[in-house]
């Protein structure tokens, strides 16, 4: 690795508001990552190489901040958030990984805005585009979040839509890099509902040759759109996607077992669907077909007793919250790499 900036330069480079000093001090590997402008709505907006390098990169602003280096690359820049729905992790690892890299983030709740009174997504996201440098967005609808970004002339980061959660997916296959190693060997196991989430985990993770193995009730499968792109990228990188409805057909033999909520943001209340999932629980059985090292992952807000049992996310095995942690070094290197 080459050498960086001495924590003296990147501290001048945070306080003189010279950003182009700060990325001018980054290491080789992460300037040579770079994704100028990039912006990320959905998986396949980022090649294996382009993933490949935001994993480097959030590993390296990890043990930055393990250290206590200060890395204020994005000195002087300005990040704004339009959040649509509720959010714990996202919004507090993009406002906190922007002031670590030394820039400021801003947060606006969509009903706090002119789009309540008739402004297009479009006018909006323009508008917003002469104020900031990149924009993370959570909208309801996937085609609003498209409709936002054809507006935007600074990044655009999918913040979560009910189709596509990519930056989640990122920092899980973080988690399984950091835990595993080789991601290669690995098979993951996804259990319940074939949602964004879900979606976001076979097009990241095939991408990058994880193996996956999905279980859902026929009626809440994973879009077959989306199926299709994880099979071609599985293809290319030598990973395999299948499907069943039997939870533990899914985790024989697997290295992770994977659930989300079984009803997601806009959806509550559906008596149909929470009974079609109810047996897509990940149980103590579950967790048993899967390997011996195998652990649990959930990207949470978790619902104990529906979609896994208590014993299971408070067990030994559960990584959720090196999951949530991943997320914070994650944000951070996609708003590094696509802002700096
Ligand atoms: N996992 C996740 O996206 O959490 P939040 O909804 O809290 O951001
Ligand atoms: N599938 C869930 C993920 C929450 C982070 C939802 O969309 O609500």
């Given at each position: 690795?080459?050498?960086?900036?001495?924590?003296?330069?990147?501290?001048?480079?945070?306080?003189?508001?010279?950003?182009?000093?700060?990325?001018?001090?980054?290491?080789?590997?992460?300037?040579?990552?770079?994704?100028?402008?990039?912006?990320?709505?959905?998986?396949?907006?980022?090649?294996?190489?382009?993933?490949?390098?935001?994993?480097?990169?959030?590993?390296?602003?990890?043990?930055?901040?393990?250290?206590?280096?200060?890395?204020?690359?994005?000195?002087?820049?300005?990040?704004?958030?339009?959040?649509?729905?509720?959010?714990?992790?996202?919004?507090?690892?993009?406002?906190?990984?922007?002031?670590?890299?030394?820039?400021?983030?801003?947060?606006?709740?969509?009903?706090?805005?002119?789009?309540?009174?008739?402004?297009?997504?479009?006018?909006?996201?323009?508008?917003?585009?002469?104020?900031?440098?990149?924009?993370?967005?959570?909208?309801?609808?996937?085609?609003?979040?498209?409709?936002?970004?054809?507006?935007?002339?600074?990044?655009?980061?999918?913040?979560?839509?009910?189709?596509?959660?990519?930056?989640?997916?990122?920092?899980?296959?973080?988690?399984?890099?950091?835990r595993?190693?080789?991601?290669?060997?690995?098979?993951?196991?996804?259990v319940?509902?074939?949602?964004?989430?879900?979606?976001?985990?076979?097009?990241?993770?095939?991408?990058?040759?994880?193996?996956?193995?999905?279980?859902?009730?026929?009626?809440?499968?994973?879009?077959?759109?989306?199926?299709?792109?994880?099979?071609?990228?599985?293809?290319?990188?030598?990973?395999?996607?299948?499907?069943?409805?039997?939870?533990?057909?899914?985790a024989?033999?697997a290295?992770a077992i994977y659930t989300?909520?079984?009803?997601?943001?806009?959806?509550?209340?559906?008596?149909?669907?929470?009974?079609?999932?109810?047996?897509?629980r990940v149980t103590e059985a579950v967790m048993a077909a899967a390997k011996s090292a195998a652990v649990f992952m959930h990207?949470l807000?978790i619902?104990r007793g529906?979609e896994v049992d208590e014993a299971v996310v408070d067990g030994p095995r559960s990584i959720v919250f090196e999951q949530?942690?991943?997320?914070?070094?994650?944000?951070?290197?996609?708003?590094?790499?696509?802002?700096?």
């Amino acid at each position: 690795m080459s050498a960086l900036g001495s924590a003296e330069e990147l501290k001048r480079a945070g306080s003189d508001g010279d950003e182009t000093a700060g990325i001018a001090a980054l290491p080789d590997f992460v300037a040579t990552a770079r994704l100028p402008g990039r912006s990320v709505l959905a998986d396949t907006d980022l090649t294996a190489a382009a993933i490949a390098g935001l994993l480097a990169t959030a590993a390296w602003l990890k043990e930055q901040r393990r250290q206590g280096e200060p890395h204020p690359y994005l000195a002087g820049k300005t990040l704004g958030m339009i959040f649509q729905h509720p959010s714990t992790r996202t919004r507090n690892a993009f406002q906190a990984g922007m002031e670590q890299l030394g820039g400021h983030a801003t947060f606006l709740g969509t009903h706090e805005l002119q789009l309540t009174r008739g402004e297009t997504l479009a006018d909006t996201a323009a508008i917003m585009s002469r104020y900031v440098d990149g924009i993370a967005a959570r909208f309801a609808i996937h085609d609003d979040l498209v409709q936002f970004a054809a507006g935007a002339s600074v990044p655009v980061y999918n913040a979560l839509t009910e189709v596509y959660h990519p930056i989640e997916a990122l920092s899980d296959v973080l988690t399984l890099q950091e835990r595993f190693g080789d991601l290669s060997r690995l098979r993951l196991a996804y259990v319940g509902d074939g949602n964004n989430v879900c979606h976001s985990l076979l097009l990241s993770g095939a991408a990058m040759g994880l193996s996956l193995a999905v279980a859902s009730p026929v009626a809440y499968q994973p879009r077959t759109d989306v199926l299709a792109n994880a099979r071609a990228l599985a293809a290319a990188s030598g990973a395999t996607i299948t499907l069943t409805d039997d939870p533990l057909l899914a985790a024989d033999g697997a290295d992770a077992i994977y659930t989300d909520a079984h009803e997601s943001m806009g959806e509550e209340n559906d008596p149909a669907k929470e009974a079609a999932l109810a047996p897509y629980r990940v149980t103590e059985a579950v967790m048993a077909a899967a390997k011996s090292a195998a652990v649990f992952m959930h990207c949470l807000p978790i619902h104990r007793g529906q979609e896994v049992d208590e014993a299971v996310v408070d067990g030994p095995r559960s990584i959720v919250f090196e999951q949530a942690e991943n997320r914070l070094h994650m944000h951070k290197a996609l708003l590094l790499l696509t802002m700096g």
